[in-house]
């Protein structure tokens, strides 16, 4: 009877697993069939990222969310980078965590239409200025068909990473037209 019962339960956990549950190893899932959002999958990594940071993190201090930038110009991000960026500080706050608003400092240099780019030789001074325990940053790179994103959690104090992740979207039109288009000569921001 024990043996059937744990059978039983063997088979009904394996029935309830998704196709989108298993690891990268199963059986792949034709790309029509799923469907992945931008803010779903940008509040789950914002989850990740405090639930997994290997220091415990303040509710009380501030965290600084920077601008995601493309990987190949860390000089300057795009309307999906600020987005992206944005829905993160959201998300982080929601969460019951102290979150800056960098675009109402006059400490940090905020260039227009470009963000607030925290990718710097001098985190610490930056953060330090703001009182922040950690700065949340990143990259995001695109392909044809989709646009991979990769977030750090970093201490303030001297960037050490606390935790990391990553997810890719599908570049579909409304992800495109927030994204630089690409000429002969490189990347332009359009506005």
Known sequence: MKHLFLSTALLVSLAGCSPESLNIYSEPVE???VTVELLPE??????????TSNQALDQNASVLVASIVDIDALETSSTFGRTVSEQLSGRIAQLGYSVLEIKMR????????QGELMLSRDLAFLAGRQNAQAVLTGTYSISEHSVFVNLRLLRAGDGLILSATDFRIEKDADIASMLPKKT???WVLVQ
């Open 31 to 33: 790309q029509s069939e």
């Open 42 to 51: 940008v509040y789950r990594a914002a989850d990740t990222l405090v639930m």
């Open 184 to 186: 002969n000569g490189g």
């Open 106 to 113: 006059d400490s940090i240099a905020v260039r227009p239409r």
